[in-house]
């Protein structure tokens, strides 16, 4: 037997805009007592929520749960841009793309995850959580005009479709003139990240147990698999880790993945006399042509929503005063580009957790006889963690399909650098990453 004790677990800062946003949820049912179950998937964010959907469609009747240390919907599930994208998307590049082949097979795995969230808001009658509307790589100088074009160059070659916009074009989307240019690629689709993973819970809820405000304190492994909560105790024939980079928590992948914040503001809705001023379309998402630069969203309901800045914080934590400094730099980032906007405020700010490995590969795979790891999104929790969840479920079924043979060939995340280096590298490399994103910024 192997025990592993959660010396830490998720304690997000106030809701994000987009839990706030929604109506208030009913009330959590934490557990408060024993449970015995076939199936126990811990962790209720994308990839949670698409290994337990998964496993009703493979093991019908059996008893299935899943149990989340927050509400769900309030953690990192719930505090992304909401972009899932089907392209490459490499935070660690200068122009999002990788290798040729490798980016190929990406691109497959990204749109099968995409198809099994589409798949699953259709078939769970989810309202207004998801459009297909694709995304806009937006360039604010001439560096970011010939980033840009090394991208679309890069599609040529995947023979991936797309438009060149110009300055023009930008203004008459966005509304703001602060753009030289972009690119349009189709294939992404848009989502309200925590009305999606709430959604899909509560559909859920009919045939998997779900147990919010119920963190896994300890796990025992062996013949029997245990996990222990606050005020119960869940035994199971199978256990699924779904917690991005808590895993580490437990001990598990330990020194081998990178906990980053990033960061993000969401307006008050915009009147009518404020939407008139600020013109352009009713809803868009927009990336930077520089990864380190300002993703921005306009919502159909007038909201605009500003996400910009990373931060190494490997105690898996931000704090108020991280949020407050960081929130300043995107009241600057929204008055530079939307100056129409005088009067406009930020009505939610929040911190999300991404987990990365060195090498950008996730943790995935079996780590015990019948404990599977479904970690490690690598910044594109949307759609890698719904593919991911999906995979594991498979592979636990005994699945060897061949996208799960893909994700069992990628290798293991890479260890660390000793400390501090790794931590003052890692923040070096950051505020340089930010210093050259400049006007993207």
Same mark, same amino acid.
């Given at each position: 037997m192997t025990g592993y004790a959660a010396v830490r677990t998720p304690q997000d800062l106030a809701g994000s805009g987009w839990y706030e946003i929604l109506p208030p949820p009913p009330p959590p049912r934490p557990l408060e007592e024993d449970l015995s179950v076939d199936w126990l998937v811990v962790g209720?964010?994308?990839?949670?929520?698409?290994?337990?959907?998964?496993?009703?469609?493979?093991?019908?009747?059996?008893?299935?749960?899943?149990?989340?240390?927050?509400?769900?919907?309030?953690?990192?599930?719930?505090?992304?841009?909401?972009?899932?994208?089907?392209?490459?998307?490499?935070?660690?590049?200068?122009?999002?793309?990788?290798?040729?082949?490798?980016?190929?097979?990406?691109?497959?795995?990204?749109?099968?995850?995409?198809?099994?969230?589409?798949?699953?808001?259709?078939?769970?009658?989810?309202?207004?959580?998801? =459009?297909?509307?694709?995304?806009i790589h937006g360039a604010t100088d001439g560096n970011g005009l010939t980033a840009l074009r090394r991208f679309e160059a890069h599609l040529d070659r995947l023979e991936e479709p797309y438009d060149s916009l110009s300055a023009d074009d930008l203004q008459r989307i966005?509304?703001?003139?602060?753009?030289?240019?972009?690119?349009?690629?189709?294939?992404?689709?848009?989502?309200?990240?925590?009305?999606?993973?709430?959604?899909?819970a509560a559909a859920?809820?009919?045939?998997?147990?779900?147990?919010?405000?119920?963190?896994?304190? /300890?796990?025992?492994?062996?013949?029997?698999?245990?996990?222990?909560?606050?005020?119960?105790?869940?035994?199971?024939?199978?256990?699924?880790?779904?917690?991005?980079?808590?895993?580490?928590?437990?001990?598990?992948?330990?020194?081998?993945?990178?906990?980053v914040f990033t960061f993000a503001s969401m307006t008050r809705p915009l009147t009518d006399a404020e939407q008139s001023a600020l013109g352009g379309e009713p809803r868009w998402g927009l990336i930077p042509a520089d990864p380190m630069g300002t993703t921005l969203r306009r919502l159909q309901e007038g909201r605009i929503v500003v996400r910009n800045s990373f931060t190494y914080n490997p105690g898996m934590a931000t704090s108020p005063a991280q949020v407050a400094r960081i929130g300043r730099q995107h009241d600057s980032s929204f008055r530079a580009r939307f100056p129409m906007l005088p009067e406009v405020e930020m009505a939610h700010r929040w911190g999300?957790?991404?987990?990365?490995?060195?090498?950008?590969?996730?943790?995935?795979? =079996?780590? =015990?006889? /019948?404990?599977y790891a479904a970690c490690c999104q690598n910044g594109l929790g949307t759609v890698k963690g719904t593919l991911s969840g999906k995979l594991i479920a498979d592979l636990a079924c005994g699945d060897k399909a061949p996208l799960v043979a893909d994700m069992l060939a990628l290798a293991e995340p890479r260890k660390l650098y000793p400390e501090p280096f790794m931590t003052l590298g890692a923040r070096a490399k950051l505020w340089w990453m930010h210093r050259r994103a400049g006007r993207d910024l």
């Open positions: 209720a964010g994308f990839a949670g929520l698409a290994a337990a959907r998964h496993l009703t469609q493979l093991r019908d009747g059996e008893r299935i749960a899943v149990i989340d240390a927050q509400r769900v919907g309030w953690g990192s599930a719930g505090r992304n841009s909401g972009f899932m994208i089907d392209l490459p998307h490499e935070l660690n590049s200068d122009s999002y793309a990788g290798g040729l082949e490798a980016d190929k097979k990406q691109i497959r795995m990204n749109r099968a995850g995409i198809a099994f969230a589409r798949e699953a808001v259709d078939e769970l009658g989810l309202r207004n959580v998801m =459009e297909p509307c694709g995304k966005t509304g703001t003139d602060y753009y030289a240019g972009g690119t349009f690629t189709p294939g992404a689709v848009l989502i309200q990240p925590a009305g999606y993973v709430r959604g899909l859920l809820s009919d045939k998997v147990a779900i147990h919010e405000e119920t963190p896994a304190l /300890r796990i025992e492994t062996g013949a029997d698999l245990t996990v222990t909560t606050p005020k119960g105790r869940i035994r199971t024939r199978h256990l699924i880790l779904t917690v991005n980079g808590q895993i580490e928590s437990f001990g598990l992948f330990k020194r081998r993945l990178m906990h999300g957790h991404l987990c990365l490995s060195l090498n950008s590969v996730p943790a995935f795979g =079996e780590l =015990e006889q /019948r404990v």
